[in-house]
């Protein structure tokens, strides 16, 4: 088991920055990628970033390219998602979750573990 605890959210104006964290703890961090997800009310659940469990390869959706970087410190146990330039339409609960293989980083389902997420508020 992984157990995963978010941190970090809250409410910024737009073309802020905010910066969420993840601290896993239970099985080696290291042998997992992490990807971080997002639900806005009403809307599904959506993948933002995924990065490989050394941090060497970074993944990103179309609407978080140029924006915001994800980043992992398997000496912490921590994944990290820094959100430049942000944007209300970012305005969401921003989940992380981990896999054993970085394959299939966008999809949802192939995640085995979830925290349980952490809001950001985005104001015009």
């Known amino acids: 088991q992984v157990q995963l605890v978010e941190s970090g959210g809250g409410l910024v104006q737009a073309g802020g920055s905010l910066s969420v964290s993840c601290v896993a703890s239970?099985?080696?961090?290291?042998?997992?990628?992490m990807g971080w997800f997002r639900q806005a009310p009403g809307k599904e659940r959506e993948f933002v970033a995924a990065?490989?469990?050394?941090?060497?390869?970074?993944y990103y959706a179309d609407s978080a390219k140029g924006r915001f970087t994800i980043s992992r410190d398997n000496t912490k146990n921590t994944v990290y998602l820094q959100m430049n330039s942000l944007k209300p339409e970012d305005t969401a609960v921003y989940y992380c979750?981990?896999?054993?293989?970085?394959?299939?980083?966008?999809?949802?389902?192939?995640?085995?573990?979830w925290g349980q997420g952490t809001q950001v508020t985005v104001s015009s």
């Open positions: 990065i490989s469990w050394s941090g060497t390869n970074t």
């Open positions: 239970g099985r080696t961090f290291s042998n997992y990628a």
């Open positions: 979750a981990a896999k054993l293989y970085i394959e299939n980083y966008w999809d949802i389902e192939t995640y085995s573990y």
